[in-house]
């Protein structure tokens, strides 16, 4: 059973700081590995979205890396803005469960705050 | 622009009352789901569906009915049967093409009983 982690479960950085947030996953056989962010009260945006086959993404001031074998992700973001505080979550799409059904299994997330 | 739409933002229930959430969407994704997401336990899958008039229950479908009649269009009922159902609900859908793509997800519904 795929089981992804995401540490820290919350992280408060000062403005302007790179920071990086940790996903990370059990079960290697992956198709591809997604991030997004959600603000209280509000749905999933998507923010990244890398495949299986690729090492790393970018958009903007968000880069993020994916280590299949090691089952690692991180999301680095740059010079951090207070606009950047909301949860963060990560997600990887799994292998076939039940129905030829593609399974997605999120992390609890990390909230982060940044303070101006 | 294409995306997801649900419908209503909030919602409120009475104990022993059904209600209905709406969710639509633009994108031709064929596969659609419902989630639950509760302070401190991530989200939890409920119902997916991936062809229209076939549906499949998730890890936590009791207490709750799907429909899928239109491609564009995955309701989800919260019957009385369930026994603590406030929560806050997100919808989402893909493509099945291929194994390539992402999710999109809806705005949310949350759900109080009162």
């Not at chain 1, 479960?9 to 996953?25: I, K, M, Q, R």
């Not at chain 1, 962010?37 to 890398?50: A, F, N, V, Y």
């Not at chain 1, 076939?96 to 399974?103: A, F, H, I, P």
């Amino acid at each position: 059973k795929q089981e992804v982690t995401q540490i820290p479960a919350a992280l408060s950085v000062p403005e302007g700081e790179n920071l990086v947030l940790n996903c990370s996953f059990t079960d290697s056989a992956i198709y591809n590995l997604q991030w997004f962010r959600q603000d209280p009260g509000k749905g999933l945006t998507s923010l990244l979205l890398i495949q299986s086959s690729q090492r790393e993404q970018t958009s903007g001031r968000l880069n993020a890396s994916l280590d299949k074998s090691s089952g690692r992700s991180t999301l680095y973001i740059a010079a951090s803005q207070p606009g950047d505080s909301a949860t963060y979550l990560c997600a990887v799409k799994g292998g076939y469960s039940g129905g030829s059904n593609y399974k997605l299994t999120f992390g609890k997330g990390t909230l982060l705050t940044v303070n101006p | 622009d294409g995306g997801i739409t649900q419908s209503p933002k909030y919602l409120f229930r009475k104990e022993g009352q059904n209600v209905t959430l709406s969710c639509e969407q633009n994108l031709n994704h064929d596969a659609m789901y419902w989630y639950r997401q509760d302070p401190g336990q991530g989200l939890r899958l409920i119902y997916y569906s991936q062809i229209v008039n076939d549906f499949q229950k998730g890890d936590i479908a009791e207490g709750y009915s799907v429909s899928r009649e239109k491609k564009e269009s995955f309701p989800l009922t919260v019957t009385s049967a369930q026994k603590n159902p406030t929560a806050f609900y997100l919808c989402a859908s893909t493509s099945t093409s291929t194994a390539n793509y992402g999710y999109t997800f809806g705005s949310g519904t949350r759900l109080t009983v009162v």
